[in-house]
């Protein structure tokens, strides 16, 4: 039997398991060793401990993975069931767009609106409303027909493909920038997300509203926060049918009444949920989009087995656009963390001891940005997020 420790089981050592053994191969026949040449003995003895040294370890690797920190996934997805979590299976990138157009006409549900590039069907029906002889509808969620991640600026939805009768003139456009796709989450995001459920009934309001949103199909974890602000409580959220939204902040949110909108860049969204017979507006943010483009620089000294340029820039750039895309909403890129990125992508390669010059220039929105003077840290918008596509990473030996 494994030993149990604060830091989880540990194996038995071979010479104890062997040592169990033949104490009771002993016990069950006293005569054994004075019956049997010892060398058989010790063959017969080597095999069945190699066969208990495999199942002491089986019993380790089972004790250990019990916690959604180490669990398998047989285990982890009964932890995520008893939860209530289910494995995110991802979605395609999504977009709010809004219709102008005949007040009162009604833009059903599975409309097809497009930006000359890319479709995308709406979720829900959404109607015009007035004054004015050209009214507009609410915000309407909408999903690209096809897989794919890609940016989408304001202001580039603006084509609705599906045929509406002449009599009614409609347009759109999406007043906020995009959703890009999410794939299906891994083991170690599933993994958090259980260990944050957890947590959720014992620690309060914040991770409770957390574990709610990430339950909504679609909404990324990383666009996801919830901030104390001057003026109240600020949910921030990408992805998802806003309705489903709102519907979680509405089930796991104290007071709804401290909630706000937008303060910078993202949109703020106000969605009526009735509980009959009441109805109650539930607010939040969508966080806007940020552009990253990055120009680096490197060099090194080494002269063996010197590594060519087009072999680093296969190892660092998909490895720093996986870094842009997945810092957390509203927080900063760290050029610390961009250095360890490129050793890391290139440690097979190029030894960090011979790298002799790495310099880094940061983009948001095609605005060269810097940290503070003696720091590390470049922000962007606290309403938005940062995406960064392989084209917009340039690397130059020099």
């Known amino acids: ?36 040449p010892g060398s058989l003995i010790e063959d017969l003895s080597s095999t069945a401990t190699g066969a208990l040294v495999v199942q002491d370890q089986a019993a380790v690797d089972l004790i250990n993975s019990i916690g959604p920190t180490q669990a398998n996934e047989v285990i982890l997805y009964q932890l995520g069931a008893q939860n209530g979590i289910p494995r995110g299976i991802g979605s395609n990138t999504s977009v709010f767009v809004v219709f102008s157009g005949t007040p009162g006409f009604v833009v059903n549900a599975g409309t ?12 829900e029906a959404a109607i015009i409303s007035p004054p004015g002889p050209i009214g507009q509808s609410a915000q309407t969620f909408c999903i690209a027909s096809e897989s794919g991640s890609w940016a989408v600026p304001i202001g580039t939805v603006t084509e609705v493909v599906t045929s509406i009768p002449p009599a009614y003139q409609v347009t759109c456009t999406n007043t906020a920038t995009g959703i890009p796709q999410t794939d299906p989450q891994t083991l170690p995001e599933y993994q958090a997300q259980v260990i944050q459920a957890q947590q959720a009934v014992a620690t309060g309001t914040p991770p409770t509203v957390k574990t709610a949103l990430q339950l909504v199909n679609g909404v990324q974890a990383r666009l996801v926060a919830f901030r104390q602000t001057g003026g109240g409580w600020q949910v921030i959220v990408g992805g998802g049918d806003p309705y489903q939204v709102a519907n979680a902040i509405f089930q796991s949110m104290f007071n709804i009444l401290d909630l706000v909108g937008a303060a910078t860049l993202g949109t703020t969204e106000v969605i009526a949920i009735n509980d009959f017979p009441d109805t109650y507006e539930i607010t939040f943010v969508v966080p806007n989009q940020q552009i990253v483009e990055l120009i680096i620089t490197w060099n090194t000294e080494a002269t063996a087995n010197f590594v060519s340029p087009a072999v680093v820039v296969s190892l660092v750039n998909p ?9 957390v909403v509203g927080q900063p890129i760290s050029e610390l963390s961009l250095q360890d990125v490129f050793i890391t992508a290139v440690a097979g390669s190029i030894p960090e001891s011979v790298i002799s010059k790495l310099q880094f220039v940061v983009k948001i929105d095609g605005s060269i940005v810097a940290p503070p003077t003696g720091g590390v840290l470049i922000f962007g918008d606290p309403e938005s997020y940062f995406f960064a596509v392989s084209t917009g990473i340039a690397i130059n030996q020099g």
Not at 13 to 20: E, G, M, T
Request: net charge negative; glycine share 8%; no cysteine.
């Open 1 to 36: 039997m494994p030993l149990i420790t604060s830091a989880g089981a540990i194996p038995t050592s071979v010479s104890d398991l062997n040592a169990a053994l033949l104490a009771t191969a002993l016990q069950l026949s006293p005569g054994l060793t004075s019956n049997l």
């Open 112 to 123: 097809i609106v497009g930006d000359g590039t890319h479709q995308y069907v709406t979720q």
């Open 319 to 327: 490895a720093m656009v996986n870094y842009i895309n997945s810092i």
